[in-house]
């Protein structure tokens, strides 16, 4: 049987909504309880447990993977329950700054408060700034970083992986108004698992240069959406025939279908659109009309682990001529999302499709090192890292330093490192230019990176300042580094090997 009849052919083990795949495993956070998580420990047939739906007859030999099964069940546990609590400090969080702003300062907030003139701020309007636009507020590309610096695709892609936390009309005037480039669209897309919009980005044109370079930008994981990052911490996989296990969730946000998987097309909805079918549809139409362009994908978090499961899928399609226009994937602060097999598979496709992947990592940002990768557990990451320190100098890596975040021998220099970044926020202002100067949102990520240092790391600010702060020699060595034949790219796969 081939792979595309495995994944359309019914299991007589799973249920309707599993059946392109026989072997996954799914976590149910909502349906666990103290006793099962006593019984997962230290029974080794797993399926038996009513939070974790996999093939009948699975089991479990190693104690130390069904413990990590245990940590990230409670670890969603615990978002979940904080939930709703998390969404209302983000509402007030974003609602303030913009209160103030939108009233045209503090002192004018007052006046207009005494004289009954008031204005509440729009949340679809050009001016709202998400919380993490709060964070970094920088909208304008570096003007220091023309078109022949090796920095400028890199710098170009960590601003469209910001800006795409943004609403519509923020976007459009952030593209068209600061950086002179053409708006494309703005999507959001539907999940068929979660049903609702829960993937949403947009694409732009960039003319400015000697060719037409098309880019698509996913949004990423909401600093107050527990659920995004629920599915950070989730070990929940689906396994691809001929692909490799893949996270359910990213999987679920680009557009799995139920009960088909992967199919080459579907039964277009307009009112329910799909991430990876609505962009490889627009991506197709444009380069038809341009035959010389290219085109980009980016994103940040969430949103840089769909920028890396995209070109997969379109391997998987075998969309051969799509994938020859690919000029490179760019993501920042990317989780894993995938195992061994998933990591071969996809360096067999930059080699052959001679595509560039540049995964950065800054410093001791959590989500990079999440799922936890060790010899017990299926998720790694795969090709080179382009790791900086909070200097920001960079260098490559098999692998980010502290793989797994939790260390003991990590924990104090960690710490260290985080009150050294809140030193530092008061001071690259003097260093660096305006350009530099931090937000009062950005400085109490700060604060709480003296509490849980890794957290304010996996911010967009860093990732910006890396990508203007690195030197052009750096960005330029890593190219001629990881091109071999003319390109081609060839990522190391050490780091993809078992502990």
Same mark, same amino acid.
Request: glycine share 6%; with cysteine; hydrophobic share 40%.
């Given at each position: 049987?081939?792979?595309?009849?495995?994944?359309?052919?019914?299991?007589?083990?799973?249920?309707?909504? #599993?059946?392109? $795949?026989?072997?996954?495993?799914?976590?149910?956070?909502?349906?666990?309880?103290?006793?099962?998580?006593?019984?997962?420990?230290?029974?080794?047939?797993?399926?038996?447990?009513?939070?974790?739906?996999?093939?009948?007859?699975?089991?479990? +030999?190693? @104690?130390? *993977?069904?413990?990590?099964?245990?940590?990230?069940?409670?670890?969603?546990?615990?978002?979940?329950?904080?939930?709703?609590?998390?969404?209302?400090?983000?509402?007030?969080?974003?609602?303030?700054?913009?209160?103030?702003?939108?009233?045209?300062?503090?002192?004018?907030?007052?006046?207009?408060?005494?004289?009954?003139?008031?204005?509440?701020?729009?949340? +679809?309007?050009?001016?709202?700034?998400?919380?993490?636009?709060?964070?970094?507020?920088?909208?304008?590309? =570096?003007? #220091?970083?023309?078109?022949?610096?090796?920095?400028?695709?890199?710098?170009?892609?960590?601003?469209?992986?910001?800006?795409?936390?943004?609403?519509?009309?923020?976007?459009?005037?952030?593209? &068209?108004?600061?950086?002179?480039? &053409?708006?494309?669209?703005? @999507?959001? $897309?539907?999940?068929?698992?979660? +049903?609702?919009?829960?993937?949403?980005?947009?694409?732009?044109?960039?003319?400015?240069? =000697?060719?037409?370079?098309?880019?698509?930008?996913?949004?990423?994981?909401?600093?107050?959406?527990?659920?995004?990052?629920?599915?950070?911490? =989730?070990?929940?996989?689906?396994?691809?025939?001929?692909?490799?296990?893949?996270?359910?969730?990213?999987?679920?946000?680009?557009?799995?279908?139920?009960?088909?998987?992967?199919?080459?097309?579907?039964?277009?909805?307009?009112?329910?659109?799909?991430?990876?079918? %609505?962009?490889?549809?627009?991506?197709?139409?444009?380069?038809?009309?341009?035959?010389?362009?290219?085109?980009?994908?980016?994103?940040?978090?969430?949103?840089?682990? %769909?920028?890396?499961?995209?070109?997969?899928?379109?391997?998987?399609?075998?969309?051969?001529?799509?994938?020859?226009?690919?000029?490179?994937?760019?993501?920042?602060?990317?989780?894993?999302?995938?195992?061994?097999?998933?990591?071969?598979?996809?360096?067999?496709?930059?080699?052959?499709?001679?595509? *560039?992947?540049?995964?950065?990592?800054? $410093?001791? =940002?959590?989500?990079?090192?999440?799922?936890?990768?060790?010899?017990?557990?299926?998720?790694?990451?795969?090709? /080179? $890292?382009?790791?900086?320190?909070?200097?920001?100098?960079?260098?490559?890596?098999?692998?980010?330093?502290? #793989? /797994?975040?939790?260390?003991? @021998?990590?924990?104090?220099?960690?710490?260290?490192?985080?009150?050294?970044?809140?030193?530092?926020?008061?001071?690259?202002?003097?260093?660096?230019?305006?350009?530099?100067? +931090?937000?009062?949102?950005?400085?109490?990520?700060?604060?709480?990176?003296?509490?849980?240092?890794?957290?304010?790391?996996?911010?967009?600010?860093?990732?910006? /300042?890396?990508?203007?702060?690195?030197?052009? &020699?750096?960005?330029?060595?890593?190219?001629?580094?990881?091109?071999? /034949?003319?390109?081609?790219?060839?990522?190391?796969?050490?780091?993809?090997?078992?502990?």
């Amino acid at each position: 049987m081939d792979t595309d009849q495995l994944l359309t052919t019914t299991s007589t083990k799973t249920t309707c909504d #599993k059946s392109f $795949c026989e072997d996954y495993m799914l976590l149910s956070p909502k349906d666990v309880g103290f006793l099962g998580l006593t019984k997962l420990l230290f029974s080794k047939n797993i399926e038996k447990r009513a939070f974790i739906d996999c093939p009948d007859g699975t089991v479990e +030999e190693s @104690f130390s *993977r069904r413990f990590v099964i245990s940590v990230s069940l409670v670890a969603q546990m615990v978002l979940h329950l904080v939930d709703k609590p998390l969404g209302w400090i983000g509402s007030v969080v974003e609602f303030m700054p913009n209160f103030t702003d939108v009233n045209g300062g503090f002192f004018k907030l007052l006046l207009n408060l005494v004289t009954g003139k008031l204005k509440l701020p729009n949340s +679809e309007s050009s001016e709202f700034l998400s919380a993490i636009g709060l964070w970094d507020i920088r909208r304008d590309l =570096d003007s #220091k970083i023309k078109h022949d610096d090796p920095r400028y695709t890199s710098a170009l892609a960590i601003m469209a992986a910001k800006s795409a936390y943004e609403n519509e009309a923020y976007i459009r005037e952030t593209v &068209e108004k600061h950086w002179k480039m &053409e708006f494309l669209e703005f @999507f959001s $897309c539907w999940n068929d698992y979660e +049903e609702d919009f829960t993937t949403q980005g947009f694409m732009w044109s960039d003319k400015t240069g =000697d060719t037409e370079l098309i880019g698509v930008s996913f949004r990423g994981t909401s600093p107050f959406n527990a659920k995004d990052w629920s599915s950070d911490v =989730d070990l929940s996989w689906y396994h691809l025939p001929g692909i490799g296990q893949v996270h359910a969730g990213f999987l679920k946000a680009l557009g799995l279908q139920k009960s088909h998987g992967w199919p080459h097309d579907i039964q277009t909805d307009e009112q329910k659109t799909y991430a990876y079918y %609505l962009i490889r549809q627009k991506l197709k139409d444009r380069l038809e009309a341009n035959p010389n362009a290219k085109f980009l994908v980016t994103g940040h978090s969430l949103g840089a682990a %769909l920028a890396i499961v995209f070109p997969a899928v379109l391997a998987y399609h075998k969309e051969t001529d799509l994938l020859s226009k690919l000029e490179g994937v760019y993501t920042f602060g990317q989780p894993r999302v995938g195992d061994r097999k998933f990591g071969e598979y996809m360096t067999q496709v930059l080699v052959t499709h001679r595509l *560039r992947y540049h995964r950065f990592v800054y $410093c001791n =940002d959590l989500v990079p090192r999440v799922p936890f990768d060790n010899s017990d557990i299926f998720f790694k990451h795969f090709g /080179n $890292c382009h790791y900086f320190n909070s200097f920001y100098k960079g260098q490559v890596l098999p692998e980010e330093p502290n #793989k /797994n975040y939790f260390s003991i @021998f990590a924990l104090i220099p960690m710490f260290g490192n985080a009150v050294w970044e809140l030193i530092r926020s008061f001071i690259m202002y003097y260093q660096n230019g305006a350009d530099y100067r +931090e937000t009062f949102t950005c400085r109490g990520w700060r604060v709480i990176g003296l509490l849980i240092a890794g957290v304010p790391a996996h911010g967009p600010q860093d990732y910006v /300042n890396l990508t203007r702060l690195g030197t052009p &020699e750096l960005f330029k060595s890593w190219s001629l580094d990881q091109s071999t /034949n003319n390109g081609v790219v060839a990522p190391t796969v050490d780091n993809m090997k078992s502990d």
